[in-house]
């Protein structure tokens, strides 16, 4: 029989926490997806080509650290529970990484530039890491009743298609405003802006919101089973293969946009 601290009912302002915390991830990532490429090359002087290989090799770097951090944050156990005190610890840290990485040093070399790029890029997705694993386990924590489940994420959806819509409008006509002719000076500014954003979203999000459900303690399933279990179900593969196709052209286009219309008026 389920507690009743698990079938209550979640809080309003739980569930606009819980939100604003997809704002906050929005404010970093979709800034860093759409702006960063574009920043190495035409602000930092980067190559393009070291550019591209970074943005590939990270992916594999992704892909390790993220199962790695949601095992820890399984593991965690504090006073304010699993997940929240990831928030707290981890989206301040992660902010700052995130104005050191849009800090451009145009007159090194393009040596020094590059391991600045990678050393910075790396904990950048790391720390992004820490911050949107346990967020996103979180919601699962915060009640067992499947209604209010749906209502918390569909407060993050909401909040996040927010944050994306504001980010795409304001962000290219603040740099210019901030950065009074200086595109190294805009980026910095606005790093240093989303990146207060971003903390304080979470932080409000680590206030606001409450773990009230145990998470069980189960049998450790070795990783060659669960491959095998992965390779058998269908659906998961067709919906794997989709998410593939959908980050490429998602990413892809993001990456390209601001590119193309920037030297379509250049040329103009």
């Known amino acids: 029989m389920k507690s009743e601290?698990?079938?209550?009912k979640v809080p309003f302002i739980s569930k606009l926490a819980y939100g604003m915390g997809d704002v906050g991830c929005n404010f970093s990532w979709m800034f860093v997806g759409n702006f960063l490429m574009i920043f190495y090359t035409d602000v930092f002087g980067i190559g393009m080509s070291a550019v591209a290989t970074l943005m590939l090799l990270s992916r594999f770097w992704d892909a390790i650290n993220d199962p790695v951090i949601g095992g820890l944050s399984d593991k965690t156990h504090t006073r304010w529970g699993r997940y929240r005190p990831w928030l707290l610890v981890a989206a301040p840290l992660t902010a700052l990484v995130l104005v050191l990485t849009f800090w451009a040093h145009p007159d090194w070399s393009q040596t020094n530039k590059i391991i600045y790029m990678t050393?910075?890029?790396c904990i950048l997705v790391l720390g992004y890491t820490c911050v949107n694993i346990p967020y996103g386990t979180l919601c699962g924590a915060m009640t067992q009743n499947m209604?209010?489940?749906?209502?918390?994420n569909t407060s993050r959806s909401v909040s996040a298609m927010?944050?994306?819509g504001i980010i795409n409008i304001i962000t290219i006509p603040l740099i210019e405003w901030l950065g009074n002719g200086s595109p190294k000076q805009g980026y910095l500014l606005i790093a240093i802006l989303y990146g207060a954003i971003f903390a304080a979203c979470h932080l409000f999000c680590?206030?606001?919101t409450k773990e009230v459900v145990e998470v069980p303690v189960t049998q450790r399933i070795p990783l060659k089973v669960q491959l095998k279990a992965v390779v058998k179900n269908k659906p998961y593969?067709?919906?794997l293969l989709g998410q593939i196709?959908?980050?490429f052209i998602l990413y892809g286009r993001n990456a390209d946009l601001l590119y193309y219309f920037t030297y379509v008026e250049k040329d103009m």
Request: glycine share 4%.
């Open 147 to 152: 209604t209010e489940r749906a209502q918390i």
């Open 245 to 247: 196709l959908f980050g």
């Open 5 to 8: 601290s698990n079938q209550s």
């Open 206 to 208: 680590f206030a606001k």
């Open 237 to 239: 593969l067709l919906a």
């Open 119 to 121: 050393i910075t890029y």
């Open 162 to 164: 927010i944050a994306i």
